[in-house]
């Protein structure tokens, strides 16, 4: 049998990399003589690089600002002229080294994107793709574009690079489903944080329409990762999907093609995992072929009569094979691998329920 083992990240425990490879240990040791194909999926959030990097390119480091106040060692690709970075390497939640908090929230910045930007540029890129989504800061990319030494500069530098804004958000910068009133309260912002955030983005994306002479706020788009997308979008680039970039990169037509089976995952399958997330998109579409998908999450909220329509015929939990939340995170890997082994036991019963 034919497996692909295409999940996402795991929220901040396990990249979509890391997901993979411990999903097929665990089914390779229970089920030796499939072929197991490791396919690690992103819609541009933690994990994006992770992810393209299986498809080839060299992976590279740069010290750049942290979303605080320290520096962090962020990796991105460099394949041929193209550079695939991911936001979430310079300002992703994980970084804070804790929860969320209001003066976090109101602190962090993405200044070590724009640093990130400078260093494929420097390594001669062409083509830049930015993965957004992860972040923890909401300054609409003002951080970005002072690395690149301000608006006018920070376009200059850009001028005849092919940019691409990789996100599956579609959320404005403002207002009531813009980037600090949707994603302000996960990020820790409360509710007067959230509007310190909303002013200061509403007079950043004034400062932008006066410096490129376009509006950006209202864009699909253009707050995603907190905002980067707006900044990114007066500096010339182009919107595509992140599921979409890696779907392409990682072959993922041909693969479901020729699968018996396919095994994806998340952090938490839930009910916004209906809602064109990335595993029940990858599920839909492996249907389409006639393939099951099995989904294997940190947490599993959904009965089956509200995921088998997408094609899915099994979601199994860590945390239920863990024993509580606190244990499935305490060591994801070892748990997802055991959890892994059980499910490929069991995958007669599976398939024929």
Known sequence: MRVIVAPDSFGDTLTAGAAARAISDGWGQARSGDEIICAPQSDGGPGFVDALAVSGGEMQTAHVAGPLTT?????????????YIESAQACGLALLGGPPTRESALAAHSRGVGDLIVAALD????????????????????????ALGGVQSARDALRGIDLIAA????????????AAAVFGPQKGADGSAIEILEQQNREWASTLENGVCRSVAELPGAGAAGGIGAALFAMGADRRSGAEVVAERTDQVELLQTADLVITGEGKFDSQSLRGKLVTAIAAASASYGV???VLAG???????????????????????????????????????????????????????
């Open 71 to 83: 520096s962090v060692d962020a990796w991105w690709l460099l394949d041929s002229e193209t550079a």
């Open 292 to 294: 099951p998908t099995l």
């Open 123 to 146: 390594a001669g890129a062409t083509k830049i793709v930015i993965g957004l989504g992860g972040s923890c800061c909401t300054d609409g990319g003002r951080g970005l574009v002072d």
């Open 299 to 353: 947490q599993v909220e959904l009965s089956a009569s509200e995921y088998e329509g997408f094609g899915i015929v099994g979601a199994e939990s860590v945390t239920d094979f863990a024993g509580s939340v606190e244990d499935a995170m305490r060591d994801a890997s070892t748990h997802l691998r055991g959890l892994a082994v059980d499910t490929a036991r069991e995958w007669s019963i599976w398939r024929h329920r």
């Open 167 to 178: 996100t599956d958000v579609e959320n404005p910068l403002l207002g009531e489903i813009g």
